[in-house]
């Protein structure tokens, strides 16, 4: 099994000080366009059917204005790192919501489909932008004992939005259909608002980007308000020692041309696919049209829709207790072994047509084992899983293929569930699921207690063949 160097000796990270609550604010903060993509999720889902009725969207149509969005955030998440380099933390959350802002607009006032799909390249561009910012900046605003559970805000403000999506499309089924669309996408432009007046008046930039730019008194002051006094000072210390030692910005050329580096790449952007290759898109975006195939009234589509939601976030909250003290891998194995296991359920409910009970129970089943693992610690295992000089342009690449992976599924699965019949799409997602949970098990090392300068020596001393790793 690959694993870091048995000799990590932690520093930080054995102070145990008081959360201060800034370090909470920021990552609050910081998550709030993650609300916002959750609740686009939740809402398109519901949102489909009246907005197909309003401006006569053909089944194609349906599928560019779901795919889009993640089409459109693979690019950026590609840019999101050099962004987040050039314009520092904040500045790059505060472009993600500007961008939010805008293309939720173009969306609720949208008379076409031109203007609707240039809504969606919008909100896709600040989907990947602060799929690697958010992560980013928590990582390097949080205490490293906290960091699992911190980061899970992220996911956590993201399966809230689900369900505030999931809701109002329940809510608003009622209305009138020429109207209740524009209010469901209308309902969420509060959230970039309140996230650029959180970067205005409450988050402060990171210590390491500070520090990166020569900045050391302003890097040691934030770092006294986000920790307590003896982690501030040992945290601090040890990221100047790294600043000292090396140029705190890697090329791409070293980054694929040195195996310790690749190999890291490798890892972090296998977990990021295999979190999107297992089906979690499909789910989320068209989970009306199976369970109505599955045989639910649209009634009964919208209310198990909305529960689904709520084990989601339950999951999350769950997850967030148990992620600092479990461990990444075990999670995340565990979560990828239980989706698998899920889609082959729910495969086999399809082909012996069953009542839509044993339809439903695979889907919930499948939530509450993406959510986990895969849902929330992509984010955090990434973001600690790189050294220090590579981990903007590694996550970029990283949540990129991501991206690039969700766009795919949420694109062609519609085309797909025609070709192979929605059982055979459900059996591919459960044997990728499946490889993914063997790569977890067998190349993946535990990230959980590390403080983020100190895995950059960790990682460069990790091992490259598993029978050298405990």
């Known amino acids: ?46 949102a489909l059917q009246p907005l ?31 962004t987040a380099d050039y314009l520092g933390r904040r500045g790059a959350i505060a472009l993600g919501a500007v961008l939010f802002l805008a293309g ?23 989907v990947g932008l602060t799929l690697v910012t958010e992560p980013l900046y928590t990582a390097e605003t949080s205490p ?22 999931f809701s109002a499309s329940w809510a608003l089924d009622s209305w009138d259909a020429t109207v209740s669309w524009r209010y469901m996408f209308g309902l969420c432009l509060f959230a970039p608002v309140l996230s650029l007046l959180g970067v205005a008046c409450v988050l402060p930039e990171s210590p390491r980007w500070l520090a990166s730019r020569g900045k050391l008194l302003e890097a040691k002051q934030v770092l006294e308000k986000l920790l307590g006094p003896k982690e501030a000072q040992a945290t601090f210390e040890m ?19 040195t195996w310790k580096f690749l190999r890291l790449l490798l890892i972090g952007s296998s977990i990021a696919f295999f979190s999107q290759a297992c089906g979690i898109e499909c789910i989320m975006y068209y989970s009306n049209k199976i369970l109505e195939r599955g045989g639910l009234s649209r009634t009964g589509m919208l209310l198990s829709t909305m529960l689904m939601g709520f084990l989601k976030l339950g999951a999350i909250i769950f997850q967030g207790f148990l992620v600092d003290g479990c461990g990444r891998r075990p999670m995340l194995a565990l979560s990828s072994l239980g989706t698998g296991l899920s889609m082959f359920a729910l495969s086999a409910a399809f082909v012996f047509d069953t009542d839509w009970h044993m339809k439903v129970i695979p889907i919930f089943a499948f939530i509450f084992s993406f959510s986990l693992g895969f849902g929330p610690i992509v984010y955090t295992y990434n973001a600690e899983l790189y050294p220090s000089s590579m981990r903007p342009k590694a996550l970029s690449l990283s949540m990129s293929i991501g991206r690039l992976m969700s766009a795919v599924v949420s694109l062609s699965f519609p085309g797909l569930a025609y070709k192979l019949s929605l059982p055979g799409v459900f059996i591919l997602f459960g044997i990728a699921s499946c490889i993914g949970a063997v790569f977890i098990l067998f190349a993946v090392p535990e990230t959980a207690g590390r403080i983020l300068d100190q895995e950059e020596s960790d990682s460069d001393s990790s091992c490259t063949d598993s029978s050298e790793c405990e």
């Open 1 to 46: 099994m690959v694993g870091f160097h048995a000799d990590t000796k932690p520093h930080a990270d054995t102070i145990h000080e008081p959360l201060r609550c800034l370090a909470v604010l920021c990552s609050l903060f910081a998550c709030l366009s993650g609300l916002l993509l959750g609740y686009d999720i939740g809402v398109t889902n519901g």
């Open 52 to 82: 197909s009725k309003t401006l006569d969207l053909s089944e194609w149509q349906q599928g560019l204005v779901v795919g889009f969005l993640n089409l459109f955030a693979m690019p950026s998440c590609l840019v999101a790192g050099p």
């Open 104 to 126: 939720n607009l173009l969306m609720t006032f949208a008379q076409g489909i031109g203007e609707l799909l240039a809504g969606r390249i919008l909100a896709g561009l600040a």
């Open 144 to 165: 490293a004992r906290l960091r699992g559970m911190l980061n899970t805000n992220v996911e956590t403000s993201f399966n809230v939005g689900i369900v505030f999506g």
């Open 239 to 257: 990221m100047k020692a790294k600043i000292d030692e090396e140029d705190p910005t890697m090329s791409l050329q070293e980054m694929f041309t």
